[in-house]
T-cell receptor, first 113, second 113 residues
Framework: NAGVTQTPKFRVLKTGQSMTLLCAQDMNHEYMYWYRQDPGMGLRLIHYSVGEGTTAKGEVPDGYNVSRLKKQNFLLGLESAAPSQTSVYFC????????????FGDGTRLSIL | AQSVAQPEDQVNVAEGNPLTVKCTYSVSGNPYLFWYVQYPNRGLQFLLKYITGDNLVKGSYGFEAEFNKSQTSFHLKKPSALVSDSALYFCAVRDMNFNKFYFGSGTKLNVKP
């Protein structure tokens, strides 16, 4: 019963490099989300998806792209990493229905040098 | 616009004493409110929610929360704190129009023996 799995768990990049963070959920949830967590700022929504093949911008989308080609996977891409993108990234999923909470992965700790 | 405020960055309480972690919200329409807990190097875990009905909702690990519509508050409470309750707590509101969640900045709870 894995829930939400994020890979990798840690990564160090140099400025200008690109990478993709993978989120996989095995609960057949329709909605998936990418957040970043920075000290004192809570969670800020980067992008989200309300179903396979759909994506939408969140609060802080600049510098990131996403894709949801399969219902169970939600990919977050950094095309040209910047030090300001050093953060902890969390993926979450939720089923449809107003009373349903989100389920979170354990995060990816990303450092941009 | 939806928003959540957690006015205290940190709450300190002695083990065995009651605890309260404060949350106020601003929403258009009916509020769907959630509390999550985050332990070090882990993702957020769902504690409890308010959707409708009784203003006092009970959740995991002995936590409860009181919904107050007139004060637009949803404070998290526990009658007797444990050292193991020490963690970061987040309040969130769900925007049903766009299937997004808005999080407070988090409150660090320190329970001392």
């Amino acid at each position: 019963n894995a829930g939400v799995t994020q890979t990798p768990k840690f990564r160090v990049l140099k400025t200008g490099q690109s990478m993709t963070l993978l989120c996989a959920q095995d609960m057949n949830h329709e909605y998936m989300y990418w957040y970043r967590q920075d000290p004192g700022m809570g969670l800020r929504l980067i992008h989200y998806s309300v179903g396979e093949g759909t994506t939408a911008k969140g609060e802080v989308p600049d510098g990131y792209n996403v894709s949801r080609l399969k219902k169970q996977n939600f990919l977050l891409g950094l095309e040209s990493a910047a030090p300001s993108q050093t953060s902890v990234y969390f993926c979450a999923s939720s089923p449809t229905g107003s009373g349903q909470p989100q389920h979170f992965g354990d995060g990816t700790r990303l450092s941009i040098l | 616009a939806q928003s959540v405020a957690q006015p205290e960055d940190q709450v300190n309480v002695a083990e065995g004493n009651p605890l309260t972690v404060k949350c106020t919200y601003s929403v258009s329409g009916n509020p769907y409110l959630f509390w999550y807990v985050q332990y070090p190097n882990r993702g957020l875990q769902f504690l409890l929610k308010y959707i409708t009905g009784d203003n006092l909702v009970k959740g995991s690990y002995g936590f409860e929360a009181e919904f107050n519509k007139s004060q637009t508050s949803f404070h998290l409470k526990k009658p007797s704190a444990l050292v193991s309750d020490s963690a970061l707590y987040f309040c969130a509101v769900r925007d049903m129009n766009f299937n997004k969640f808005y999080f407070g900045s988090g409150t660090k709870l320190n329970v001392k023996p």
